[in-house]
């Protein structure tokens, strides 16, 4: 009887632990905050920006978290992806994300870009070899390097390294949230943890945009 009851008092404090709420996150820590706020381009919904790169391995391995956990976002929430540009070679991949983008094919080609990298080991930087995995994947060849090498895509491709620099984002994959809050898996610790502390940002701007909505009421 006694070691029954010791058992169901385990099996209780298991399943309260596992149900227990996320550790409170804190600034320095889990976070940063940005010294410069920048608008967000969501409007209404609270923005969460993730910076990548195409050929970074720590991004290709958070992809499938990052993929299940995006399914999860609130209503009033909304993930804009922006590959980041901190050298010459990390524009292919940027100019590629915009055209699949500007071209309706980012949610079916997106995660097909990174397995042609890392699995694949295919050199997409390339351009011919790019034109001929496009032609592969179904894509009208002539209409994607229209698209590629136009003004519209290479300037998305400039400003979003622009934007790398005004959040002061030094390497990838980093997320800033409504474009007050920086974090990463580097800070956070694991990507379990990066998505609690993604999720405490959103509830936290938005209670500073109800707050600041009740206040231009007064």
């Not at 309260?16 to 996150?25: F, G, N, R, Y």
């Not at 920006?49 to 992809?63: A, G, I, K, V």
């Not at 894509?139 to 290479?154: I, L």
């Amino acid at each position: 009887m006694f070691a029954r009851a010791l058992a169901l008092l385990a099996a209780t404090v298991f399943s309260l632990s596992a149900v227990a709420a996320p550790d409170e996150i804190f600034e320095g820590h889990d976070y940063a905050r940005v010294k410069n706020p920048q608008p967000v381009a969501t409007g209404n919904k609270i923005e969460v920006l993730e910076f990548f790169w195409y050929r970074c391995p720590h991004c290709f391995q958070l992809e499938p978290s990052l993929d299940k956990w995006v399914k999860t976002l609130p209503k009033d929430a909304q993930i804009r992806r922006v590959p980041a540009v901190f050298r010459d070679d990390w524009m292919p991949g940027a100019k590629l994300y915009y055209t699949l983008e500007q071209m309706n094919l980012a949610g079916k080609l997106h995660h097909k870009v990174f397995d042609a990298y890392h699995i694949e080991n295919v050199n997409l930087n390339n351009p011919a070899v790019l034109a001929d995995w496009i032609a592969g994947q179904g894509v009208d060849r002539k209409k994607f390097e229209a698209v590629y090498g136009s003004f519209s895509v290479q300037s998305k491709a400039a400003q979003g390294g622009r934007l790398a620099s005004a959040y002061a984002i030094t390497g990838v994959p980093a997320f800033v949230v409504d474009g007050k809050y920086t974090t990463s898996v580097s800070m956070a610790g694991t990507p379990q943890r990066l998505y609690e502390v993604l999720d405490q940002l959103i509830a936290k701007a938005r209670a500073e945009r109800n707050a600041k909505a009740a206040g231009s009421k007064k």
